[in-house]
């Protein structure tokens, strides 16, 4: 396997505060460390994750076909991670660009390559310091009567665009490329599917059915938008008029 970056002979093991809950993580790579070092806190924890085993280690290994243990121990701890939340804490980790406007979250949504990044670099480059990353990649969503709530994570994508954050959630968009700019307002039905699709991590039948539950709460929640875009930046100024309900004379 690649060892590029430290894998220690020991165990190490700090508590970070995820989603909300804090969890002792058991870790070997220097990476993993790095990358968890902004969620580092000094509560007590309320769950371990032990330290991946070399089983499940094989199993990252076959799903991500990369050989790298210092990711592969990222993307274990993850899973496990991602389990606890969905089962003890009511929250899924949503395969979405994460941002904040006037204090409200909005989550843009698509399979990978459709072009979220790109489309939340657009609105960074228009509304600049009015627009905050919340994480770019892999947010975690907690899910409750009356309140939904976007937190960053460690895992924020390829460019590490994100922060240690929460803020409550206003709209969740669906991305499309499109030859011209348009937005449709959908209801929650609709959205159930593609929903579903984007979440993370789902290990088994019972988590299938835990999720189901908390989507079917979350369709009822907030509102739901179909976004088609250019690459452009023009594409950014109907998602601030449509979407964000701003005024884009004062951008």
């Not at 979250?105 to 919340?134: C, D, M, Q, R, W």
């Not at 994508?157 to 929460?166: A, I, Q, T």
């Not at 699709?197 to 907030?222: E, G």
């Not at 449509?242 to 884009?248: L, Q, R």
Request: hydrophobic content about 40%; charged content about 20%.
């Amino acid at each position: 396997m690649n060892t590029d970056l430290i894998i220690r002979i020991f165990i190490m093991k700090n508590v970070y505060l995820i989603a909300g809950v804090a969890f002792q993580i058991e870790y070997k790579s220097k990476n993993t460390e790095l990358l968890l070092k902004n969620y580092l806190c000094n509560i007590e924890p309320l769950h371990v994750v032990n330290l991946p085993s070399e089983e499940e280690i094989e199993f990252e290994c076959k799903m991500a076909k990369i050989d790298d243990y210092n990711k592969l121990e990222n993307v274990a701890i993850l899973r496990k991670i991602s389990t606890i939340l969905l089962k003890k804490h009511s929250t899924v980790l949503l395969h979405s660009s994460a941002v904040s406007y006037n204090g409200k979250a909005y989550l843009f949504t698509a399979p990978s390559g459709t072009g979220k990044s790109t489309h939340v670099n657009n609105l960074k480059t228009v509304l600049g310091s009015k627009l905050e990353y919340i994480n770019d990649d892999k947010p975690f969503v907690k899910i409750e009567e009356g309140s939904v709530t976007v937190y960053g994570s460690p895992w924020c994508g390829k460019h590490n665009l994100g922060s240690n954050v929460n803020r409550q959630l206003n709209s969740i968009i669906f991305l499309t490329r499109a030859n011209e700019n348009y937005v449709k307002l959908i209801d929650g039905n609709e959205a159930l599917k593609p929903l579903i699709r984007q979440c993370f991590m789902l290990d088994n039948k019972n988590d299938l059915s835990t999720l189901l539950a908390l989507i079917s709460k979350l369709v009822n929640s907030v509102s739901f938008y179909i976004l088609g875009c250019t690459k452009e930046l023009d594409s950014a100024f109907v998602t601030i008029k449509e979407i964000f309900k701003g005024d884009i004379n004062e951008n």
